[in-house]
C-alpha cells in the first residue's frame, strides 16, 4: 500500500527468493528493497542500482553500517518504509496511515495487544490483495459491519484449522530443547498453531507448508533467525523466522518431517 501511494511499483517476493527476482530484472533499473535484504557480497555486487533496502530481520545485521541500508529491529517493515518514504520525500506524511501502521507493527512484532492487527490479516487473506488496496489506499479505514460478520466466520474457521495442525503435530528433542513440527495441511493461521504449542511446553515450532516453506516460532529459550538461516536457507527475527525445505529431503510430508527433525538436532545439538 504505501509502494503504491508512493508512486512505486511494488513486487511480492519472498525473502529466499530476491536474489532470483533481481536476477530476472533488468540489470540497471533502480530498486527498493522493504521487509527483505541480501547477503552482504550480493549488495555489493547490486549496490549501484540499489536505492535502498528498509529492513527489521536479524538477518539484516550484516548490512548494518552500508551507505543504502536502513535497519531498525524495533519496528516491522511497513513502519519503517514509511518513515523511509516520508523523509526521502516520496510519501507526504499522513495521520490515516497511522491506525494502520500501528496495527501491523503490533501483529508483525507479536505484541500482546495485536488483535487489530490479526484481524486485518485475516481479512486480507480471506478477500486479497485488490480488496485491502481498494480500502486502505490512502490510510486506514473502519471495518464495516459486513467485514465484522465475516471475520467472526474466519474465527470460526481458524479455531479448527488450529486444532487439526495441533492434533498432527510430533514432538522431538533438539540439544534439550522440547521441539515440535507440524505438516500444515494448507494456509491458514500459522501463529496462531505454532504459539498454542509453545504454550504447551515447545520451546520451538516448525511448521512445514505445503510449498515447501519452513515457518519457525520460538521462545527465547533458541534464536529462530539463527535456526533457520544456519539449515533452512532463511532468517528472519530472534523469535519468528523462515525458511524451506531443500530439495533432498523428499516430498513434503513424512520424509520432509524427518528430514527437518534431523536437522534441527544437528544445528542444536
Known amino acids: 500500500m504505501l509502494g503504491l501511494a508512493a508512486g512505486l511499483e511494488p513486487a511480492f517476493v519472498y525473502p529466499d527468493r530476491v536474489e532470483a527476482y533481481l536476477d530476472g530484472m533488468d540489470a540497471d533499473r533502480p530498486v527498493i528493497l522493504a521487509d527483505v535484504a541480501l547477503p552482504l557480497s550480493r549488495y555489493q555486487r547490486e549496490e549501484a542500482r540499489i536505492v535502498a533496502i528498509v529492513d527489521h530481520h536479524q538477518s539484516s545485521l550484516p548490512l548494518q553500517g552500508q551507505l543504502r541500508v536502513h535497519l531498525d529491529l524495533s519496528r516491522c517493515g511497513s513502519t519503517a518504509l514509511y518513515q523511509f518514504l516520508v523523509e526521502t520525500g516520496r510519501l507526504e506524511a499522513s495521520s490515516r496511515w497511522d ?146 525445505i531443500a530439495p533432498e529431503a523428499g516430498a513434503i510430508g513424512p520424509d520432509a518431517q524427518r528430514w527437518l527433525i534431523a536437522r534441527t538436532q544437528a544445528i542444536l545439538g
Open 99 to 244: 491506525p494502520l501502521l500501528q496495527a501491523v507493527d503490533d501483529y508483525d512484532l507479536w505484541r500482546p495487544d495485536h488483535r487489530d492487527g490479526e484481524q486485518l490479516n485475516r481479512l486480507f487473506h480471506d478477500r486479497g490483495f485488490t480488496w485491502y488496496r481498494e480500502k486502505f489506499a490512502h490510510g486506514f479505514e473502519p471495518l464495516t459491519a459486513e467485514d465484522r460478520e465475516r471475520l467472526a466466520a474466519l474465527e470460526r474457521e481458524e479455531a479448527l484449522f488450529v486444532a487439526r495442525q495441533i492434533e498432527h503435530a510430533v514432538d522431538f528433542t533438539a540439544g534439550g530443547h522440547p521441539c515440535a513440527v507440524v505438516v500444515v495441511d494448507g494456509e491458514g493461521a500459522m501463529n496462531e498453531v505454532a504459539h498454542a504449542l509453545l504454550l504447551g511446553g515447545r520451546h520451538a515450532v516448525l511448521l512445514i507448508k505445503p510449498d515447501g516453506r519452513i515457518s519457525c516460532r520460538t521462545t527465547t529459550e533458541v534464536d529462530a533467525a539463527r535456526l533457520m538461516e544456519e539449515g533452512f536457507a532463511g532468517g528472519g527475527h530472534p523469535r519468528a523466522a523462515g525458511g524451506r
